[in-house]
């Protein structure tokens, strides 16, 4: 496991998964205040954008399965492998790739229907 990346706290997407108290819960927040969302340098403009940004796409993978949202966040956020991931969920790695697969399918005509179809 890579802990530089993600110091010594587990994520709250791997609890979910560990605790068994919730199987599917509704939705993992990101936390706001991690680096990697920072806006250093952006204008109070630039920063309303982004966060207007960021809460649609949010709305876009809580429209996602709860297994297809999680082995996403998993990879792309939280930076595991794939064998780390099928670790962390107890399933085989050939259903964490094909669970990756459909989330960025589903995903990718989410954000096509958004774009032809805007609110």
Wanted: hydrophobic share 35%; net charge neutral; proline share 7%.
């Amino acid at each position: 496991m890579k802990s530089s990346a993600r110091g010594s706290s587990a994520s709250p997407i791997k609890n979910a998964f560990n605790s068994g108290a919730n199987k599917y819960p509704e939705a993992v927040p990101l936390d706001p205040q991690d680096e990697c969302y920072a806006d250093i340098g952006a204008g109070p403009r630039e920063s309303l954008i982004r966060k207007e940004q960021e809460a649609e796409f949010m709305k876009l993978l809580d429209q996602l399965a709860w297994p297809h949202r999680a082995v996403l966040l998993l990879h792309f956020v939280e930076d595991f492998s794939l064998d780390e991931i099928a670790s962390i969920t107890g399933t085989p790695l050939g259903t964490v790739k094909s669970r990756l697969h459909y989330a960025r399918k589903t995903l990718r005509k989410l954000l096509e229907n958004q774009y032809e179809n805007p609110a």
